[in-house]
């Protein structure tokens, strides 16, 4: 494809340079034939000094042999003799980004886009430029140009939305991917990058009403059937994401990440038995997988399995990353409760506080564990008032509890005085 190109741009050029050389070396080029049309012109090189244009034909054929060194050597040769025209600095600019050296070829482009912004090839190569080295900023202002120029060409439309993203530009490229959908509903692949701009923002609404258009479409879709499945588990639909995971299972989908999410879905949609059984089929070939050891732990817990469940919830915490880790403690200090295990559900507690001070209600469950097990109610009360400190202007259950329990401690210490 490349050769055949590189064939095109000759055959369209040369009439328009005028090239005044031997009809040999137009014979070769046109037979694609670049080693001998490169034997000719060094034959004549040898009688005189090659004219401009017939160094860019050399220039050009070097590029058809893949050798771009030697391209660039000829166009810069040319540039520092100031016969530095825009079709040179294009094609210095080509041959260096094929190279590799693409902010040498960002400077040619540059040159010739501020010298004529109405060639499109030249901004478009200029822009991916850009892109290809991450400079978003710069590739942004290009595309918004092209685009604002040829609205409805899918393709700037596409790179205008990565730059627009790349560059912070969220809510743009959300715009021009629905744009290209406006102009080709069945493009997937902004369909794609929608549902991941979507889901990156946790607007798991906004990937379901997309998906579910598409599902209806193409229901054999297994990559939108995950999808779905996915955006539905995100937004904590967890009833229509256990059926999607669980009709995976029955097509054949065993692998631990749709039993690990099938088994989340049964915890939350109270199936704990399930759950159990879908977590001891592939907790073994997690071992690093904390969400699943912690639901299994949650899971066990619901059924009154709490030194299992207990055994699980600590193994999620020796795996879990520091944010998730105060969330497993708290549940492992209500299984110590349930089995009356008061002084390891305390401990469990605290290490709650010391990771998420702002975590309040676990000051009442320490205040109510306290006063469950230990004869002395004034450790109780001390929470239930630090509790009561932190709640102020908050009016729930808990808060009355404790205030009721407070007043009837006071009553109970002050009679036994």
Not at 130 to 136: G, M, P, S, V
Request: hydrophobic content about 35%.
């Amino acid at each position: 494809m490349r050769r055949t190109c590189i064939l095109f741009l000759f055959v369209t050029l040369i009439p328009v340079l005028g090239i005044c050389q031997s009809s040999k070396v137009d014979k070769y080029i046109y037979q694609e034939n670049y080693q001998e049309a490169l034997n000719e012109l060094n034959r004549i090189e040898g009688n005189r000094e090659l004219k401009t244009q017939e160094l860019q034909t050399k220039a050009r054929i070097f590029r058809a042999l893949f050798q771009f060194e030697k391209a660039v050597d000829i166009y810069q040769g040319l540039l520092t003799n100031g016969e530095g025209t825009d079709q040179i600095r294009q094609e210095l600019g080509y041959s260096l980004a094929e190279l590799g050296k693409n902010k040498e070829a960002i400077e040619q482009y540059s040159t010739v886009w501020q010298n004529d912004s109405t060639n499109v090839r030249v901004g478009v190569q200029l822009g991916n430029l850009y892109l290809a080295i991450k400079d978003y900023k710069s590739a942004y202002p290009v595309f918004t140009y092209l685009n604002k120029n040829d609205s409805t060409n899918v393709y700037l439309k596409l790179n205008l939305a990565k730059a627009a993203f790349g560059k912070g530009s969220r809510k743009e490229a959300i715009v021009q991917y629905r744009e290209i959908l406006k102009i080709d509903p069945e493009h997937m692949g902004s369909v794609n990058h929608l549902v991941k701009l979507f889901n990156k923002n946790a607007e798991y609404e906004s990937s379901i009403e997309l998906l579910k258009k598409y599902t209806e479409k193409y229901p054999d879709d297994k990559h939108l059937s995950k999808a779905l499945a996915n955006a539905y588990f995100g937004c904590k639909r967890y009833e229509e994401a256990y059926k999607c995971f669980d009709r995976f299972k029955a097509e054949g989908d065993s692998t631990i990440q749709n039993l690990t999410h099938l088994g989340i879905c049964c915890y939350f949609t109270q199936k704990y038995e399930e759950g159990i059984d879908l977590f001891s089929r592939c907790y073994a070939q997690a071992l690093n997988d904390p969400f699943l050891f912690f639901y299994f732990g949650l899971c066990l817990k619901e059924t009154g399995q709490y030194e299992d469940a207990a055994g699980f919830l600590k193994s999620s915490i020796e795996i879990a990353t520091p944010g998730f880790i105060a969330d497993i403690y708290h549940h492992l200090a209500v299984v110590y409760g349930r089995q009356r295990k008061f002084t390891e559900a305390i401990a469990a507690y605290k290490k709650v506080l010391d990771m998420n001070p702002e975590k309040i209600t676990v000051l009442y469950e320490i205040a109510t564990t306290y006063e469950e097990f230990n004869q002395d109610k004034t450790v109780a009360l001390t929470y239930y008032n630090s509790f009561l400190n932190k709640s102020k202007g908050k009016e729930n259950k808990k808060v009355h509890y404790a205030l009721d329990r407070i007043r009837k401690i006071k009553e109970d210490l002050f009679f036994e005085e």
